[in-house]
């Protein structure tokens, strides 16, 4: 659906044969698997800098009693963290100093289809939070002193 409305707002159909990767890097906008990772990595540093008593922290270390059904263990929510935790390359011990942990669960995007500048590209990084990469492109569209980067979409 994401994907369907910045193919709508681009102009592109999937008739031009452009894929969304490159739909998405024209707008700075990251896929919502690495989205939901984020989300996920930002609650748990929440939980483990929790105090020991809490619910929260109680609720992530239950056992829950009783025989697991026949077949493949369903995957827990612990074991999809511990691939984010891998993917990112942090440790949960980090989480303990909040702007290490913040910096290692942020989605960085690369800035370079949006800027001009190679200069510019170097020292700039968007975080990628509820579209507000798309929002930033959009207003630079819309003021008058700065022009849009013209992107295509060659492959």
């Known amino acids: 659906m994401e994907t369907k409305m910045l ?22 906008v990251a896929p919502i698997a690495d989205k939901l990772r984020e989300a996920r ?15 929260r922290k109680i609720g992530l270390n239950i056992d829950v009693p009783g025989k697991r059904p026949k077949g493949r263990p369903r995957q827990r929510w612990l074991d999809t963290l ?6 990112a390359g942090i440790h949960p011990d980090q989480a303990f100093d909040r702007a290490k942990w913040r910096l290692g669960t942020l989605l ?42 013209s992107v295509s979409f060659t492959e």
């Open 7 to 28: 193919r709508w707002t681009a102009g592109v159909t999937r008739l031009d044969h452009v894929r969304n990767v490159s739909v998405r890097q024209r707008f700075g």
């Open 108 to 149: 960085m995007l690369d800035a370079a289809p949006m800027m001009k500048n190679r200069a510019e590209t170097q020292n700039t990084c968007l975080c990628v939070r509820d579209g507000d990469a798309l929002m930033a492109h959009f207003a630079s569209a819309l003021t008058p002193s700065v022009s849009a980067p």
């Open 41 to 55: 990595l930002r609650w748990y540093g929440h939980v483990l800098r929790a105090d020991g008593d809490t619910v």
């Open 82 to 87: 511990h691939v984010d935790l891998k993917e």
